[in-house]
């Protein structure tokens, strides 16, 4: 019986086998329990030694027991730390990753060509207020040109601006000049939707201000930019054009050769000088605060482009409503250097 427990012991495979093969022996009713229990029936003489046997029997099976079982948890554990183990020098899992909007890349490049000209970036607010969206501007309430930007008037009369220019009358009126800012930031129109309006765009807004600033440097600082934008060999063209805040008005276009080898004139956005109606505004709300007027007699220029047309022009995307989608596939094409 001892040799056949003992291979027994040695062949339970687990700790759940091993139980079985102990409580047939030494359990209870195990067959090793029953032995000595049959002592009793042995006449007095046998007892003794009978005895010892079977306690000598049981003693070198809890001992196989005992040692099977040490043996089993050591082998259960190297398993288990064998599957859990981790190894450190493997690759890591390649994840997709995000990564800044084409329309963020494109006002980005141009902070950093007009930083490089020694402008400060200055951000505003989208919600604004007619007095800085129009009527600073030269645009009062009953001008015309107030319908060349559709609003969105909000319940308490204020409105979403419709253009960054407002961010030229808030400058001025806490700084003194000399300045140079750009303006980045999402403006609102209330227009229907199509392949080349919607109704959240973007601009940038320049303005300089300073003494005997000339149309001159304004279209060399346009240049400058145009060729940081397209490459240094790029065309700018100015035409005469309105905008109410500004005299005169022009609007810019770069002569843009696109991948299929056509060329053309193409709007990128307006500008003029400084219409002496804007400082004089400046200068009122400057002497409501308790500030000293300091526009008057003062020159300047302003420009205003959409880096939306940009990116249309330069990677030949089609409709403006792509940008906003939020297609994977759309916004993906422009992760890697433009
Ligand atoms: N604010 C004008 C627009 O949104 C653009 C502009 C800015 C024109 C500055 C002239 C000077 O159309």
Redesign the pocket.
């Known amino acids: 019986m001892q040799e056949e427990a003992l291979q027994a012991i040695q062949a339970a495979p687990d700790l759940e086998s091993l139980q079985a093969v102990k409580t047939r022996y030494v359990g209870k009713s195990g067959l090793v329990t029953r032995e000595l229990g049959t002592l009793g029936k042995l006449p007095p003489e046998e007892r003794k030694a009978r005895g010892a046997e079977i306690n000598a029997v049981r003693a070198a099976i809890d001992a196989a027991l005992t040692e099977r079982e040490a043996a089993l948890k050591r082998a259960a554990l190297d398993a288990r730390l064998a599957s859990e183990a981790i190894d450190v020098t493997l690759p890591g899992l390649g994840l997709p990753s995000g990564g800044p909007h084409l329309i963020s890349r494109i006002l980005t490049d141009l902070q950093d060509i007009y930083a490089g000209l020694g402008y400060t970036v200055v951000e505003g607010n989208e919600v604004e207020d007619d007095q800085h969206n129009f009527d600073a501007l030269n645009i009062p309430w009953f001008h015309p040109a107030r319908d060349?930007?559709d609003t969105f008037w909000l319940e308490d009369g204020r409105l979403l601006r419709?253009?960054?220019?407002p961010m030229q009358v808030r400058y001025m009126v806490d700084h003194t000049p000399p300045l140079k800012i750009v303006v980045p930031g999402k403006?609102y129109r209330y227009e229907a939707t199509d392949a080349t309006h919607e109704s959240m765009f973007h601009?940038l807004?320049g303005l300089v201000v300073g003494e005997r600033v000339s149309m001159a440097d304004l279209k060399g600082t346009i240049a400058e930019m145009a060729r940081g934008l397209f490459g240094p060999r790029t065309q700018v063209r100015f035409q005469p054009s309105y905008?109410p805040?500004?005299e005169p008005?022009a609007d810019f276009s770069v002569w843009w050769e696109n991948p299929r080898g056509e060329s053309k004139w193409l709007e990128l956005?307006?500008?003029?000088m400084v219409h002496p109606n804007v400082f004089r505004a400046v200068d009122d709300l400057r002497e409501a605060q308790g500030q000293p007027r300091v526009y008057e007699g003062k020159t300047g220029f302003?420009?205003?482009l959409g880096p939306e047309r940009i990116a249309m022009l330069k990677y030949g995307i089609p409709d403006i409503r792509y940008f906003y989608a939020n297609d994977p596939k759309v916004l993906a094409q422009f992760r890697g250097p433009l």
Not at 162 to 165: N, Q
Not at 269 to 272: A, T, V
């Open positions: 060349l930007w419709t253009h960054t220019s403006v601009q807004e905008y805040f500004t008005g956005g307006g500008c003029g302003a420009f205003g």
